[in-house]
């Protein structure tokens, strides 16, 4: 019995060593900006092998559509969630990298429309899916430090409403991350 803890104990840990084998973490902050808003938010990468990385993301999202959504003004903000999954061209984790990533926003939108009558005003709560494809650069800034900026575009789509329908559709993004590598 001792000999069977003993190579079990022995197994996991040489297992776990060629495992973390050219691993790392990334954690750090990202800022994206797009044409009517504005998402900061913290966001993690663990590697899953040599040149592959998956990502966590929670954020903030401040909107402005102004005129670009269904009604004459539209504003909010809210919390959400993302999931992603990169690949880098170069080895350790570094230079240009493209990626998937699918967020999950819980927005509040206060939204007013002018009419013959007057101005309508309401408020829409909103559960937004965002997929996206990113094109990123990461740049290793000494041992442990890595700079990234970042393109994006995909579509927002509403998927549950209560209230009005607000804006949807087609986005772009540009963002930067700069996050601490752990090896």
Same mark, same amino acid.
């Given at each position: 019995?001792?000999?069977?803890?003993?190579?079990?104990?022995?197994?996991?840990?040489?297992?776990?060593?060629?495992?973390?084998?050219?691993?790392?973490?990334?954690?750090?902050?990202? &800022?994206?900006? +797009?044409?009517? *808003? %504005?998402?900061? @938010?913290? /966001?993690?990468?663990?590697?899953? =092998?040599?040149? #592959?990385?998956?990502?966590?993301?929670?954020?903030?999202?401040?909107?402005?559509?102004?005129?670009?959504?269904?009604?004459?003004?539209?504003?909010?903000?809210?919390?959400?969630?993302?999931?992603?999954?990169?690949?880098? &061209?170069?080895? +350790?984790?570094? *230079? %240009?990298?493209? @990626?998937? /990533?699918?967020?999950?926003?819980? =927005?509040?939108? #206060?939204?007013?429309?002018?009419?013959?009558?007057?101005?309508?005003?309401?408020?829409?709560?909103?559960?937004?899916?965002?997929?996206?494809?990113?094109?990123?650069?990461?740049?290793?800034?000494?041992?442990?430090?890595?700079?990234?900026?970042?393109?994006?575009?995909?579509?927002?789509?509403?998927?549950?409403?209560?209230?009005?329908?607000?804006?949807?559709?087609?986005?772009?993004?540009?963002?930067?991350?700069?996050?601490?590598?752990?090896?």
């Amino acid at each position: 019995m001792k000999n069977n803890f003993r190579f079990t104990f022995a197994f996991l840990f040489f297992a776990s060593l060629a495992f973390s084998q050219n691993r790392v973490t990334d954690i750090g902050l990202e &800022f994206q900006v +797009y044409p009517t *808003g %504005i998402i900061p @938010g913290f /966001r993690i990468e663990k590697s899953v =092998n040599k040149y #592959d990385v998956a990502n966590a993301r929670v954020g903030y999202q401040i909107i402005n559509h102004r005129d670009q959504g269904l009604h004459d003004d539209e504003k909010g903000s809210g919390y959400g969630l993302s999931l992603g999954y990169k690949h880098y &061209f170069e080895k +350790y984790f570094s *230079g %240009i990298n493209l @990626g998937i /990533r699918t967020d999950v926003w819980f =927005n509040s939108i #206060d939204w007013k429309t002018t009419t013959d009558t007057g101005t309508l005003k309401g408020k829409s709560d909103i559960i937004v899916l965002q997929p996206t494809l990113e094109l990123g650069w990461a740049f290793l800034l000494g041992d442990n430090m890595v700079l990234t900026p970042a393109i994006a575009a995909g579509f927002e789509k509403n998927i549950k409403t209560k209230g009005e329908k607000t804006g949807e559709g087609l986005i772009l993004l540009a963002g930067i991350t700069a996050a601490y590598r752990m090896d």
